[in-house]
């Protein structure tokens, strides 16, 4: 049982998980962004996490990419009258092989996992508990978008398997204060320890 954050952050079992930062939701010109919600959130997101993916490759961490991606065989009745809600008519966000669909400024190295998921959920229907449990991984750092969506459906799901949940906070965006806040107070009550960036490289360097 790991109590303290350097703990939970030790090189030697925890993995930085980033959740679907791609054009469609932190473009501009993108899904999200044509629909006329505000990205900016999402994109200064983007910068602190580059610094952070820095440090975990510094420090040996493994870093996991997630990316959302739709096509035709599997998206469900239900998923694609869901999507219709949420995006004023039109489902076609993170289409297989589209531009919306690629990651937006982070850049997967070589060798470092990218896991498809058709899901908001990392962990439904992919690989993910088996790359985890494969590198001995005991810790989630949590980042990416959209904070209230995909990320916090991939944390919840993440506990649930039995893993520590470290939920970096300034390194998670949605298009609203209210419903980022509202995720970290339910991973702070029931799922894990929110943090910020700073505080996690801090604590890799001391380690170090």
């Not at 932190?26 to 983007?46: A, F, L, S």
């Not at 991984?137 to 959209?146: F, Y």
Request: aromatic share 8%; proline share 4%; net charge neutral.
């Amino acid at each position: 049982m790991f109590k303290t954050l350097a703990e939970k952050i030790d090189p030697k079992h925890a993995a930085l998980i980033v959740v679907d930062v791609q054009n469609d939701f932190c473009h501009e010109k993108g899904h999200i962004g044509r629909q006329g919600r505000d990205v900016r959130p999402r994109q200064e997101m983007v910068t602190r996490l580059l610094k952070l993916i820095g440090s975990a490759r510094q420090h040996k961490i493994p870093v996991i990419f997630l990316r959302h991606i739709n096509n035709p065989n599997v998206m469900s009745p239900a998923s694609v009258e869901q999507k219709l809600r949420m995006f004023s008519g039109d489902e076609t966000i993170c289409l297989e092989g589209s531009w919306g669909a690629e990651f937006y400024r982070v850049k997967p190295e070589p060798g470092e996992p990218i896991v498809s998921k058709h899901r908001y959920s990392g962990f439904i229907e992919t690989d993910l508990d088996l790359i985890l449990r494969s590198k001995e991984v005991k810790t989630l750092i949590m980042t990416g978008v959209a904070t209230n969506m995909c990320v916090e459906s991939t944390a919840r799901d993440g506990f649930m398997k039995d893993y520590h949940i470290v939920f970096v906070g300034d390194c998670a965006a949605t298009s609203t204060t209210e419903d980022h806040e509202a995720t970290l107070r339910n991973i702070r009550y029931g799922f894990g320890v929110v943090v910020n960036s700073d505080e996690v490289i801090g604590t890799w360097a001391k380690l170090a």
